[in-house]
């Protein structure tokens, strides 16, 4: 491209490659239709020099096209040899920076001797040459001559290797496995969760950084990752905004999440991999700036970007291409990727290189990869192989048990991955003290009262966890369980305001008393009854912050204790399928492929003496003849542009000063402004 039109041979000479790598890419350019062959040599089409044009950091040339008449070799040479060391230095510097730069102050017209700095001294040996605007341009054959004669200083067909290491195939399938089986449990307590609490929703759009923070300390993860399991939810259809009971818009789980958890772990690991691997979102960027200075929000509706897609698919293919019992080398392996992709893909911007390298971790983060190998479900997936990813990951998860292991300081160690229904129970009775190979849940005080608030009763807690220990219940929890059915519901909350009745005045008396109960409210109306000025909404949370365990009370008397609803909302529809992306491409594929054979019949059909203009009425008698004989003819049209072309068509008929015929480019029934057909000529038979 930057010797515009050249020899085959000159371009093998100059292209900094082996001479049969360059020769074969010569051929797939003019297969791509990027160059055509012409009389004088290669030709590149109108535009494509500009277009690649950079810097060497991008891993493009910085080369310009060469001048129409250019200097030799050796008068380029010459040139350089009579500039200072800082024309030369300065000249270096316009070269890897994109080959052009800005005139200043300096004069444009000026001799040798007259040059007072360096950009005057290069202006006037012809290294750079003016442009209107006050633009300084580094023609290609200068650029050549400062890379030794060749586009590029290194050669262009080495290929980066990946660095690698040997690990047994064993261990990145159990690796992989684990992972996965920790993304669809964690993503599962996540949603359930926010279908009870759902957080607010921004409004631009996103989740707020206390949310995030929130949802990190609930799965025990950091912030990316939580991060990251967010957005893969929200691409799988599993998340979207709806708007609560109180009017407010907030992220909720979607009803496709209830089907989602009713099936397989496998089943939802797949669903969560291909999401990943086909969204346009960028969860690595959470937590980052954006150019204008303002934090990244997960779920931001701005935080994608159509290479994100390519940028995985092509990090997992290369991890695909590694030898078997090979894995990416610690430290090493990730910069390695990086570089093979962008060899690969060099006119992609600066970012694509975090993306790569992001992809690379989130895969490992989501079970694709385990210990720096690609695994067999990550293949299947890459391949969107939906049955192959479900038959391969399902041998490599962890079996879940049904029982936990009580110990004597109020914690329950599940001695692997629970049952799902077993670990939601469990969650709502205990909290997560640790995860890992054994989870660790402890009961307090707090998590037996958020069992009572959901309806639960001592008997069924005391059932349950006898239930599911392997080991005999210890007394401090027995004892734990009855205390707190001790206290629960000794203190009733009304409207009245709201009112706080209770049989127990001490238990009154020492609410009222408290020193962090003065802004409730409170006043005795008598021994067993407090009324507070403070709404029942507000008034049970802060009662439960002071060490209370009250219960609702409705206005027969009965006590109202029942879980709160789950809710959802309406499973958003995708914009694009695949299979209508795909179909997309091939009407796009084969519009692009009517045109070219009906601009190729035009030429074809052209006769050897150039068609006389002809006017109107002629048009319109050239054109009645061709649809009574039904002939295709080759109009010459002038659109509203006025630019003008050779339209292969099949005239239909004549009205209102309108051509309706079939256009042989579009494929399709067009009209036709008489006035604007310049020639009617019919469509000779192809020349041999």
Known sequence: MVANQTTQSELLRIVHADPDAAAAACDRLVDLALVWESPGGLRPLSGVAEALRGDEAAGVSGLRPMSPDPATPDEVEGRLALISPGARALLEHVLAHGSEGTTGNARRTVSPADAATPVEELIAHRLLVPRDGGLLVLPGEVGIALRGGRTTTTPRDAVPEIASSARESTLVERTAGGAAFDVVRRTELLLDHWGLEPPATLRSGGLAVRDLKAAAAELQVSEPEAGL???????????????????????????????????????????????????TRLPSLIGGKDPGGKTWNALAPDLSSVMAPEARSLALTELAGLPEGQVLATGTGVPSVVERVAWLRPRRPSVHRDLVAAAVHEAGLLGLVGAGGLSTAGRAVLEHDHDAALAAITPHLPQPVDHVLLQADLTAVAPGPLETELARTLHLLADVESRGGATVYRFTTGSVRRAFDAGWSALEVHDFVGSVSRTPVPQPLTYLVDDVARTFGTVRVGSAEAFLRADDEAALTELLHHPKASTLGLRRIAPTVLISTVPIDLLLPRLRELGAAPVVEAPDGTVRVARRDLLRARRPRTSRTRSAAAARAHATVASVVTAIRSGDRATEGRPATPAVATTPSGALAALREAIEARETVVIGYVDNHGASSDRVVDPLRLEGGQLTAHDHRSDDERLFAVHRITTVTPLSPARP
Do not use: K, Y
């Open 229 to 279: 399991l967010v957005e893969v939810a929200a691409a799988a259809g599993l998340l979207t905004t709806a708007t609560d009971p109180e009017g407010n818009e907030v992220w909720l789980p979607t009803d496709g999440f209830d089907t989602w958890a009713a099936s397989s772990t496998a089943e939802r690991w797949v669903t969560l991999a291909l999401a990943w691997l086909d969204t």
